[in-house]
């Protein structure tokens, strides 16, 4: 996924393109570079690396221009260097392009235009888009634009200046979100909210295959079929401050600092005078109250989450549910048909291989919930219903409080969906909704632990590897803490049901090898104590989290103790992946590594 960023007015176009890319480089950070419409032509300056290393080109650069279009890139096509990054000149530098997707034919587009004589200097599909676009244009740049939209495939968000029109730019997307930020005297485009925060509040979300094009004066939206389209202005309420670290060392403890209000902000006006109240879901109720089976379809932490949401919805729903990652549920034929609902988990609500696992279960038929972070993204507005949970923005790449708050947006529908068929009696109903709005006083309690996480780091750091196992949510919440340390501590690691350890992989337990056992449930907790017992007679090294009340016992047999509070062990896992975060967090740190950017990722993978 990538970041783009464009501006037309009366400000230093530099500066906009350059704050707005520090606030999109959570998106890629592989290489970044800025096109400046000059009166002598297209100046573009971009090189591989951070943004920083962009910065540092531009300094002592009197760029005079007012309009412009900027890129930091996650790398598909082409190795991460200079002359892969965007922006892409066209063959005549009339043109030049910046680009967030991939283009799916372009090998067949590059063959056509080497056939016409072009030449190409990158390995990238964006390229083409330039070029194609410099065939196609005949003086009138959203016609060319336009035309060559209609003979791509595959997904885009776009930028393009041109230097016959130094009086707009036009833009354009598919698959791949973009918004339109309404100034005076200038407007904007972006890939995300946070760019465009500290110049404008109001926006155009842009829907898939719509071009437009913007003055400093205008913004017209037109069809790929060249008609107008009219949008609502989004009024965007989020506070600035949310989008910045607020002197929080990086955005990973800050978000996870979060986590409190944030379970607040998403279960608290949820629970009303006993009752789970969702909004809008009068109609999801009801055909909840008939559903026969559930899919759940998410990536990475969203699916983790996913995972929890299975046992929960199982045991108190008593509806089938299947949990799949949405890379492999939308290409394996899913049995989805009409009578079924399938939950989408997205923080972002970009996320490509989501996005079109939520298309195949709609075009079988399916009901979808979409459970999202990003308000008005588009997998909010694809789905049939939303449930949003209210984390906030969240900007480093690896999810903390987002996971948190899709858990808690997991509990409120297994209640409200239990309760719809009649299998909740009011007792239950009412404690298990107390045990909710418990919840982030309870998380914030183990936030105080802090200290105790960070000497236990420090002491495992420079594991080779680490295993995580449990039992039930236990090995469900294991998934998610592997998958922590691995995306920004670097450490391989692995999670496995506690029960399946000796079916195998205990072979690579020896002395001195990590495990981490969450032990927050009941009826499993004997048998889990035993699967530690097993990794300890060969010699590992045991980092129990569990609830208070078990703390004495379990310290008998692991080497050190996490407790969380006592709490019913049906809603612990929001509780007990916060010193998991913690732990790699600060594993992270001590590596040296770049905790809230880590090597090779994205914040939200808008290519399939
Ligand atoms: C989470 O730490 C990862 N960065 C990644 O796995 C992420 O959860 C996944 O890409 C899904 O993103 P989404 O929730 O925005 O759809």
């Known amino acids: 996924m990538c970041g783009i960023i464009g501006y037309i007015g009366q400000k230093n176009v530099t500066e906009v ?6 606030k999109l480089e959570y998106r890629g950070y592989d290489s970044a570079g800025v096109a400046l419409l000059e009166d002598n032509g297209i100046e573009v300056v971009k090189c591989k690396g951070r943004l920083a290393i962009l910065e540092e080109k531009l300094t002592g650069n009197c760029f005079g221009g007012r309009i412009g279009i900027g890129h930091t890139r996650w790398a598909t096509h082409g190795e991460p260097n200079d002359s892969n990054s965007h922006p892409h000149l066209s063959n005549s530098e009339k043109i030049a392009v910046v680009h967030n997707g991939i283009i799916e034919n372009y090998l067949q587009i590059k063959e056509f235009l080497v056939s016409k004589g072009y030449r190409f200097y990158s390995e990238t599909d964006s390229e083409v888009v330039s070029n194609l676009i410099e065939y196609n244009y005949r003086g009138d740049l959203i016609a060319a634009v336009t035309e060559t939209l209609n003979d791509i495939e595959g997904s885009y968000a776009l930028g393009v200046v041109c230097t016959d029109c130094p009086q ?8 791949s979100p973009l918004i339109v930020g309404l100034g005076k005297g200038e407007n904007f485009i972006a890939s995300d909210i946070p760019a465009l925060l500290a110049y404008t509040r109001e926006v155009y979300i842009l829907e898939d295959r719509e071009v437009v ?3 400093s004066e205008s913004v017209e939206i037109f069809n790929l079929l060249g008609e107008r389209v009219e949008h609502e202005i989004f009024h965007v309420d989020w506070d600035v401050a949310a989008a910045e670290k607020g002197g929080f060392e990086h955005f990973m403890i800050k ?17 009303q005078g006993g009752e789970v109240v969702l909004e809008n879901s009068e109609a999801l109720l009801a055909a909840v109250a008939d559903c026969h089976r559930i899919n759940i379809v998410a990536c990475g932490t969203a699916y983790h989450a996913g995972v929890v949401g299975k046992y929960l919805i199982e045991k108190l729903v008593r509806v089938p549910v299947e949990v799949d990652v949405a890379s492999e549920f939308r290409y394996r034929d899913p049995l989805v048909e009409p009578g079924q609902l399938t939950i989408i988990i997205s923080q972002s609500g970009e996320t490509l291989d989501t996005l079109m696992a ?3 279960a709609k075009r079988k038929g399916s009901r979808t919930l979409a459970v999202v972070n990003v308000v008005g993204s588009s997998i909010a507005r694809e789905a049939d219903d939303v449930l949003y949970t209210w984390a906030g923005p969240e900007i480093a790449v690896a999810s903390t409080k987002a996971y948190n708050t899709q ?9 409200a969906f239990a309760r719809a068929k009649g299998l909740l009696d009011t007792a239950s109903y009412l404690a298990y909704q107390e045990e909710l709005r418990l919840l982030p006083d309870r998380v914030a309690e183990v936030l105080a632990q802090k200290d105790a996480i960070q000497k236990f780091a420090a002491a495992h750091f420079n594991a080779k590897s680490v295993f995580f196992i449990g039992r039930g949510l236990d090995y469900a919440l294991a998934l998610e803490a592997s998958l922590k340390l691995k995306e920004i501590a670097y450490i391989h690691s692995e999670a496995y049901a506690g029960g399946e350890l000796k079916h195998g992989t205990i072979a690579l337990i020896e002395p001195g090898t990590l495990v981490v056992c969450p032990l927050t449930q009941e009826a499993l907790f004997d048998k889990m104590l035993s699967n530690i017992r097993e990794v300890k007679a060969r010699g590992a090294v045991v980092l129990a989290i569990t609830p208070a009340k078990y703390a004495a016992a379990v310290a008998q047999t692991a080497d050190a103790v996490l407790t969380i509070p006592d709490m019913d062990s049906l809603f612990s896992s929001a509780a007990a992946v916060t010193p998991l975060q913690l732990f790699a967090y600060y594993v992270s740190l001590m590596r040296g590594n770049d905790v809230d950017k880590p090597r090779n990722l994205a914040k939200s993978v808008t290519v399939e």
């Open 168 to 175: 707009q730019f036009v833009a354009a997307r598919k698959d």
């Open 255 to 271: 978000e996870i600092s979060e986590e409190p209000h944030a379970m607040q902000q998403t279960l608290w006006p949820r629970l």
């Open 213 to 215: 094009r913007v003055s």
């Open 17 to 22: 393109l350059l704050n707005g890319l520090r």
């Open 358 to 360: 939520m298309r195949e």
């Open 407 to 415: 858990l808690a947006a997991l509990y409120l529908l297994t209640l």
